[in-house]
């Protein structure tokens, strides 16, 4: 199975400085951007995609074919949690128009917390099988 380009290790380190950076940059400038706050508020949502997206596909010391599996299964998850989100979102509008709108960068960082999040349980718990044997 040939297995897809992954992005060297210490590209973990810049998701995980983008992340942070992000979060403590609308932290800080939340009081002095009122006129830019929307502007704000999507760049530091796609800053944290950007960063989530760097830290799923980063190689780990111990890359094998059962990982490159199971980042594609939560991989694969994901896409369908946001086609599910898509359709349930496209019903609520239907039934109470402008009631449940959120924006396309947001739906992005929901759907990049949920891929990553599994496959961290997933590894820590595969890791954690092997030590104990």
Not at 66 to 81: D, E, F, I, Q, S
Not at 117 to 124: A, D, P, V, W
């Amino acid at each position: 199975m040939k297995q897809f380009p992954l992005l060297p290790s210490r590209f973990k380190w810049i998701g995980l400085a983008l992340i942070i950076s992000a979060v403590v940059l609308s932290f800080v400038f939340k009081d002095y951007l009122w006129e830019y706050r929307e502007a704000a508020k999507a760049i530091s949502t796609n800053m944290i995609n950007l960063g989530l997206l760097m830290y799923f596909f980063t190689r780990r010391k111990e890359d094998d074919e059962m990982l490159a599996l199971m980042r594609l299964k939560t991989l694969a998850g994901g896409v369908l949690l946001l086609i599910i989100s898509i359709f349930i979102e496209a019903i609520w509008n239907c039934i109470e128009p402008g009631a449940f709108a959120e924006n396309t960068a947001g739906a992005v960082m929901k759907i990049m917390i949920f891929i990553n999040l599994m496959y961290e349980i997933e590894y820590r718990k595969i890791k954690n099988s092997f030590d104990a044997e």
